[in-house]
């Protein structure tokens, strides 16, 4: 087994799972320190929560089965290629609408307004209401295509859809209390950003 985890094919995959994740985190780490200060960011805006861990490890012990008994399926780069692509689609729009929000982008849903919470309608969110989620959605699911794990592709695409299906109604609830019909015409306009989710 240990000759299959070091084959070229493991390394390549592999190399590129682990930067992706440590670069997605950190970077993620690192804006929130930029637009919020050092004293207003915990290490919550990693955002790895144990269940996330779990995922990433059962996507890990998928690949070193499969690379082990079925070498051959992890051989597909033209997938594999497509799953790089959307990693790093996804990373651009996250970080477009991190950037792009500026202040009102916070981790955690804002239950309270605050006075530098504004409605951002430009940019990204020109588009798309939950950037930051599409390019998540893409991320997650990409980073597993890029590995070749078609189990873990589709437990990541049915459960990080899960958790925006609860998330998105309940973070617009509090959207609609701040910015009122104005949000609701914004709402109207653009797309949630993750598929079949209004």
């Not at 955002?47 to 779990?54: E, G, R």
């Not at 070193?64 to 729009?93: A, C, Q, R, T, Y």
């Amino acid at each position: 087994m240990t000759e299959t985890l070091v084959s070229y094919t493991a390394c390549r995959h592999l190399s590129q799972m682990f930067f992706a994740v440590f670069f997605f985190h950190c970077s993620e780490y690192i804006l929130a320190i930029s637009i919020h200060g050092k004293n207003r960011v915990t290490l919550k805006s990693l955002l790895v929560t144990k269940a996330y861990a779990l995922a990433m490890i059962c996507s890990l012990i998928e690949y070193s089965l499969e690379i082990f008994f079925f070498p051959g399926m992890k051989e597909n780069w033209s997938v594999s290629n497509v799953g790089l692509f959307l990693v790093f689609v996804g990373e651009l729009v996250r970080k477009l609408a991190v950037i792009t929000a500026g202040k009102s982008f916070t981790h955690l849903i804002k239950k309270y307004h605050e006075e530098s919470h504004v409605l951002v309608t430009h940019g990204v969110y020109k588009y798309i209401r939950h950037p930051s989620y599409f390019g998540f959605f893409v991320w997650s699911v990409g980073t597993q295509i890029m590995l070749c794990n078609p189990f873990s592709t589709l437990a990541f695409a049915l459960v990080v859809w899960g958790f925006f299906k609860r998330r998105i109604p309940y973070e617009e609830f509090f959207l609609k209390q701040f910015f009122g019909s104005e949000y609701e015409v914004y709402a109207r306009r653009t797309w949630s950003g993750i598929p079949f989710i209004e």
